[in-house]
Structure formats: structure tokens, C-alpha cells
């Protein structure tokens, strides 16, 4: 077997990127994500693409975010694993999946290829999520009319209520950020992340109960691919009362009154009263992402 050989591409050579089969489908997923060339990688063996892999961030990041497209050719899992180990960037590693990848046996063997190279590249789990995606022929979902909302211009409430609501979450890379380095700067992460968001600051809302209790805030976004439920908590003194379906049913209005036809979501596989909130409001499971995290990442 020949040496394999890792490149990055520039714009000259990044039809290199298409030289690969895709049984995934994550073409369809990434229709409306722009790469740049120089941060997708191919490993070559015999002038063949083995693996591939695109990094991806917002178009003012001077880094990378993740990576979320990367594929491996049958038996080439070191390749992958190469690709991934010898880039200059470490950084989440997200793999798209169809639905129902787990059940049809090609599709399940492209996906652990592709598992085996990230942790062959020391990349671990964090988290199985859901996908979820509305489309205004299903209607909007009714509003409950039990919390008062309001936009809320002072970053210090919501930072104050993202460490409250991550004091006691489900959220897989919230608890990671915990653990790292405590609510702080888990809270400080989700708040970085909504203004990283190219969306209006003044969209950011704060829900109430009839007497003014702060119950929850939900964040309606766009990020470079579209329009997104952005973020949904309630604090943890009001749980209990599916509060977070109000917060979910608010955030898709409000997005849809800023124009939007179509709008994406996603929860933990394991955070079933998120996952079943969404189903109510009319959210479908569109496909599946396996988030994986370098090894040694430090906080």
C-alpha cells in the first residue's frame, strides 16, 4: 500500500473535495454552508481521495469553529484518522447522519468508519443529537399565553440566568463547559456563542410568569446557514410546568415574523422533554449529528 498524502486545498485544486463518494447524504445538509477551500483537507493515496474533511466557522473567523463534513473510504480509516491528527486545528468534530442511519447496515458501516478514525485521531464522544427542521407548511405552533415576554437589553440578565439554567442542565456541552470551568464559563459560552450569531441583539427575550418572576429566556438566531432555534432554558425553580414548549412555540413565532419559511433546532438524544417539546411544536427529526471532541482539549 502506497504512502498516504494529506493536502489542504486552495481554490485552484478544491474540486479534489467532490472526488469522493458521499452515501451520507451531507451534500444535502450542507447546501447552504459555504467552505473555504484552504480549511478542507483530502488524504491522496494513488491520486485518490481516501478521506476528506472541511473545517468550517462564521465568514469574520480568523480559525475554525468544528469540523462538519468528513468522510472515509472503506478501509482507510487511519487515513481518516491522519487527516484529522496532522490539521492544524483542533476543534469539535460534528458527523451529520440520516435518520435512520442505525437501521440500514451500509449506512451504519459508513458511519463507524468514520468513528473509528476520529477516535483513532484520540477524538472522543460527547453527545447524540437530534436534528430537527420546521417548515411553514406545518403551521405555527400555538402559543400557550402563559408567560409575559419582552425583549431585554442588559446582557447581565441573561448571563445571570445562564448560569442558573446550567446550574442544573441536560445539555452534554454545557455540563462539559461545567466541568471545565463551572457555570461561568459555561454561561459565558452560550453568551459568546449568541453574539457570535449574525442576528439582531434585540431579538434576545426574557419570559415572565403573571406575577414578573423571571421563568426562562429563549434566543431566536440565525447562524451563517439560517434561521435557528438559538437557545431555550428555563430556570430551574420553574420547571415542571413545560414551560420550555411556551419558550419553543415564542421563539418560532418570532422568527417567523422576521421573515423566516423555514427553521432549524436540535436537542441531546437524551434530553427526552426537550426532544418531545419539539415534536410538539411540529419540529421532525430531519437527521442526526455525532459530536466528538479532542481528547486532550484543555479549558
Same mark, same amino acid.
Given at each position: 500500500? $502506497?504512502?498516504?498524502?494529506?493536502?489542504?486545498?486552495?481554490?485552484?485544486?478544491?474540486?479534489?473535495?467532490?472526488?469522493?463518494?458521499?452515501?451520507?447524504?451531507?451534500?444535502?445538509?450542507?447546501?447552504?454552508?459555504?467552505?473555504?477551500?484552504?480549511?478542507?483537507?483530502?488524504?491522496? /493515496?494513488?491520486?485518490?481521495?481516501?478521506?476528506?474533511? &472541511?473545517?468550517?466557522?462564521?465568514?469574520?473567523? *480568523?480559525?475554525?469553529?468544528?469540523?462538519?463534513?468528513?468522510?472515509?473510504?472503506?478501509?482507510?480509516?487511519?487515513?481518516? &484518522?491522519?487527516?484529522?491528527? @496532522?490539521?492544524?486545528?483542533?476543534?469539535?468534530?460534528?458527523?451529520?447522519?440520516?435518520?435512520?442511519? /442505525? %437501521?440500514?447496515?451500509?449506512?451504519?458501516? &459508513?458511519?463507524?468508519?468514520?468513528? #473509528?478514525?476520529?477516535?483513532?485521531?484520540?477524538?472522543?464522544?460527547?453527545?447524540?443529537?437530534?436534528?430537527?427542521?420546521?417548515? @411553514?407548511?406545518?403551521?405555527?405552533?400555538?402559543? !400557550?399565553?402563559?408567560?409575559?415576554?419582552? &425583549?431585554?437589553?442588559?446582557? *447581565?440578565?441573561?448571563?445571570?440566568?445562564? /448560569?442558573?439554567?446550567? @446550574?442544573?442542565?441536560?445539555?452534554?456541552?454545557?455540563?462539559?463547559?461545567?466541568?471545565?470551568?463551572?457555570?461561568?464559563?459555561?454561561?459565558?459560552?452560550?453568551?459568546?456563542?449568541?453574539?457570535?450569531?449574525? @442576528? !439582531?441583539?434585540?431579538?434576545?427575550? $426574557?419570559?415572565? #410568569?403573571?406575577?414578573?418572576?423571571?421563568?426562562?429566556?429563549?434566543?431566536?438566531?440565525?447562524?451563517?446557514?439560517?434561521? $435557528?432555534? +438559538?437557545?431555550?432554558?428555563?430556570? !430551574?425553580?420553574?420547571?415542571?410546568?413545560?414551560?420550555?414548549?411556551?419558550?419553543?412555540?415564542?421563539? #418560532?413565532?418570532?422568527?417567523?415574523?422576521? +421573515? *423566516?419559511?423555514?427553521? #432549524?433546532?436540535?436537542? %441531546?438524544? $437524551?434530553?427526552?422533554?426537550?426532544?418531545?417539546?419539539?415534536?410538539?411544536?411540529?419540529? !421532525?427529526?430531519?437527521?442526526?449529528?455525532?459530536?466528538?471532541?479532542?481528547?486532550?482539549?484543555?479549558?
Amino acid at each position: 500500500m $502506497t504512502d498516504t498524502v494529506i493536502r489542504t486545498l486552495s481554490a485552484s485544486d478544491a474540486h479534489l473535495f467532490d472526488a469522493h463518494p458521499d452515501p451520507l447524504g451531507a451534500r444535502e445538509g450542507h447546501r447552504r454552508t459555504a467552505f473555504r477551500p484552504d480549511w478542507q483537507r483530502v488524504a491522496l /493515496r494513488d491520486g485518490e481521495v481516501v478521506a476528506r474533511g &472541511a473545517w468550517w466557522g462564521g465568514p469574520e473567523d *480568523a480559525e475554525p469553529v468544528n469540523i462538519n463534513w468528513f468522510d472515509v473510504a472503506e478501509g482507510e480509516e487511519e487515513a481518516g &484518522a491522519e487527516l484529522l491528527r @496532522s490539521a492544524p486545528w483542533q476543534v469539535e468534530l460534528e458527523i451529520n447522519l440520516p435518520g435512520d442511519w /442505525r %437501521d440500514r447496515p451500509e449506512l451504519r458501516a &459508513a458511519a463507524e468508519a468514520r468513528f #473509528t478514525a476520529a477516535r483513532a485521531a484520540g477524538y472522543e464522544l460527547l453527545v447524540e443529537r437530534f436534528l430537527y427542521r420546521w417548515t @411553514s407548511e406545518r403551521g405555527l405552533p400555538e402559543r !400557550p399565553g402563559r408567560l409575559r415576554f419582552e &425583549a431585554e437589553p442588559d446582557d *447581565a440578565v441573561f448571563l445571570d440566568a445562564l /448560569r442558573r439554567i446550567h @446550574s442544573a442542565t441536560l445539555d452534554a456541552h454545557a455540563l462539559r463547559a461545567v466541568a471545565e470551568g463551572g457555570v461561568d464559563q459555561a454561561a459565558q459560552e452560550e453568551l459568546d456563542f449568541f453574539h457570535w450569531c449574525p @442576528s !439582531p441583539r434585540e431579538w434576545w427575550q $426574557t419570559a415572565r #410568569t403573571p406575577d414578573g418572576d423571571l421563568a426562562g429566556i429563549h434566543i431566536p438566531a440565525h447562524n451563517p446557514s439560517g434561521p $435557528t432555534i +438559538g437557545f431555550i432554558g428555563v430556570l !430551574p425553580q420553574h420547571r415542571g410546568h413545560g414551560y420550555a414548549y411556551d419558550l419553543l412555540a415564542e421563539c #418560532t413565532h418570532t422568527l417567523v415574523d422576521h +421573515g *423566516a419559511e423555514s427553521i #432549524t433546532g436540535a436537542t %441531546d438524544r $437524551t434530553n427526552h422533554p426537550m426532544a418531545a417539546n419539539f415534536t410538539k411544536a411540529g419540529f !421532525p427529526v430531519v437527521r442526526e449529528r455525532i459530536n466528538f471532541h479532542p481528547a486532550d482539549r484543555t479549558a
